[in-house]
């Protein structure tokens, strides 16, 4: 039926488990929000230096894709368990959208 | 609502398939429409050959003969080729997991009236004004000069319809990855629903580059973009790289279910456990990856440069190394086995030479500098045909012999499904063997005639023949499913004996909830492994009797689907300044979206079958299961 409900009964050892493993969780949040906010940092300093366009562009694509992936690590999870197929199938979007788009460039716009 | 064996009238009856969810009838509405696609594609198929089959022949105008062409290949594709396969997942997949139905009931009918109402969409436009004529591949710079409304039937047809099979892929992903009965593993799933998987996946990832480029082609032509004009600063190379990103997956989101069926056909018939299973999934997995970086070497006298042509040669090369494996391990499979060669087996026999002889001129294309002499010549439509007839069609005729009984619960006959084969396997070779010399010979393909002088009338004459043959199998196949319906003989759970998945451990065809309680798998091939252990239920339960939960049917999907279909007749003609196209367009997309906005406000909680009911029906299947063993046995033995 899909109505069930169920109740968890936790022993002590259990308790301070998931207590633990909580902790770690939420430390590695807050380490990445401060790397984020870094990471930004870095993004404006190199925009209001006054950089050459071929050195801003590379550099804050670059951010972005890291910023992309503290985010889906750390915030939405998919470090946690039973999140393997879902990394497999973005990955391998991610994959063909970049084969994609070098190609494009390489040999179609170059 | 409890049982699905009652009489129901003639209009009973088709109520109940405008509005099923079921992933059985979906399948059966799938192998009715992707057949009679199947049968309009040979049909063209076949005035191509009565055009050829002399020189300077006026059967067909030349403008005729490029919309035939065109609408041949784009029909045998994404008409019938893909539909009968979406069939057999359809039909076969849930079952092999265990599953009661696949994990969006309401997408899957909402896939397939998604692709019927293209496929009509773009078979009408025979009757308004013209078929699309440049080609299955639509290149930019012709299909963009083609006039008339052809390409835009194509176009918008093909949107429509390819929505469908993006909806039907995603749905059979999240069915294997969420659906499976308890013990059944990634690494114990039966190899057609491995190749379903890894199709599905590539559906997910290719039919996306199609879409945009058909967007693009739609603006150009019909909003006045100019993505591919070049006149305009548009690209008209950038088609052919959508159309073959896309392209070059299709063949396997075509060809890995046909692989799935012979793996199961290849075990089954020879009594043993697939050889290499492992290696066999690996190799599936490599196909699906290897298949997107090879798209250009249809594009090798493109101009890409050597360097490019030169990656992707290698890259092509690469693919028959995967696909070899496959080969070795089915040899290995039936290397010692206890063989019966029934039809399927006759089929899954005949399809390891011909397709090897389809991948080695392949490999030979795969050369880059060879390729610039085989190019748009008829040895390519040799070697294209020998891995599509050699492995998707040999495919299709011998899942649906296999098949059948599951399906419909009775056997088409093996006689005439010997004559099927053996008209169908000799006219094919007659018919495309010979195009590699006409290829040769220099014979330019998409033509639609030759003079006498070129020394081509002959092998062409023998090419036509071979066709005859072949539309003689197809006839006689019709007879053998007439023949069978009209008979009605019942069979019982594993009418071949020697079934090894979960689809054959359960009534054919399955009551509409599969399974009473979910099976517990126990490793490869559980039904195999219960026969063995003597287990005369050929399951073990992970679950006791109790309510089962089902979807409702719905007519919505129908609906959804005929919008778009309205929609598109009203974007094609309001180009052509009618009134009425503009009210058309919007009254098509209001009706899909109202009937979309209906769906979600109208919450459908499905319903319960009883575990009283259950008990009830159990007894229904028990007395004709006995009633069976009683009367004359069904199935092979």
Known sequence: MAHDTHDIHRSRAEFEFIKRKRATEMRGQLTSFAMMIFLTLIAFTVVAADFSNYLIVPIILLLAAIQVVLQLYNFMHMSNKGHGMMAFFMFSGIFVAFTIVLTMVTIVWW | MSSNSQKKGFGATIWDYLTTVDHKKIAILYLISGGFFFLVGGVEAMMIRIQLMKAGNDFLSAGTYNEVLTMHGTTMIFLAAMPILLAFMNAVSPLQIGARDVAFPFLNSLGFWLFFFGGIFLNLSWFLGGAPDAGWTNYASLALASEGHGIDFY???????????????????????????????????????????????????????????????????????????????????????????????????????????????????????????????????????????????HMFTVGLGPTANAVFALATMIIAVPTGIKIFNWLLTIWGGNISFTVPMI??????????????????????????????SYFIVAHFHYVIVGGVVLAILAGTHLYWPKMFGTMLSEKLGKWTFWFFFIGF?????????????????????????????????????????????????????????????????????????LEWAIPSPPPFYNFAQTPLVRGLDPYWIEKMEGNKEGMVYAEPLGDIHMPNGSFIPFVISLGMFIAAFGAMYHTDGHAWALPVLIGGLAITFGSMLVRSLKDDLGFHVTKEELIADNERIQREARALEGGKKGGLK
């Open chain 2, 155 to 297: 176009s918008l047809g093909l949107t429509i319809s390819g929505f469908g099979t993006l909806i039907a892929g995603i749905n059979f992903l999240v069915t294997i990855i969420n659906m499976r009965a308890p013990g059944m593993t990634y690494m114990r799933m039966p190899l057609f629903t491995w190749t379903t998987f890894v199709a599905s996946a590539l559906i997910l990832l290719a039919f996306p580059p199609l879409t945009v480029g058909i967007f693009f082609m739609v603006f150009d032509r019909l909003f006045g973009a100019n993505f591919f004009d070049v006149t305009m600063g548009g690209n008209t190379i950038i088609w052919e790289h959508f159309f073959w990103i896309f392209g070059h997956p299709e063949v396997y989101i075509l060809i890995l279910p046909a692989f799935g069926i012979f793996s199961e056909i290849f075990a089954i018939f020879s009594r043993k456990r697939l050889f290499g299973y492992t290696a066999l999934v690996f190799a599936t997995i490599l196909i699906g990856f290897y298949g997107f970086m090879v798209w250009a070497h």
């Open chain 2, 347 to 376: 089929y899954a026999v005949a399809f390891i030479p011909s397709f090897v002889a389809g991948g080695v001129t392949g490999v030979m294309q795969a050369i880059a500098p060879l390729d610039y002499q085989l190019h748009d």
């Open chain 2, 429 to 501: 070779h007659l018919t495309f063997f010979i195009q590699h010399f006409l290829g040769l010979m220099g014979m330019p393909r998409r033509v639609y005639t030759f003079g006498a002088d070129q020394g081509w009338d002959l092998f062409n004459a023998i090419s036509s023949a071979g066709a005859l043959l072949m539309a003689i199998g197809v006839i006689i196949l019709l007879v053998n499913v007439v023949m069978t319906v009209v008979k009605g003989e019942r069979v019982g759970n594993d009418p071949w004996g020697d079934g090894r998945t």
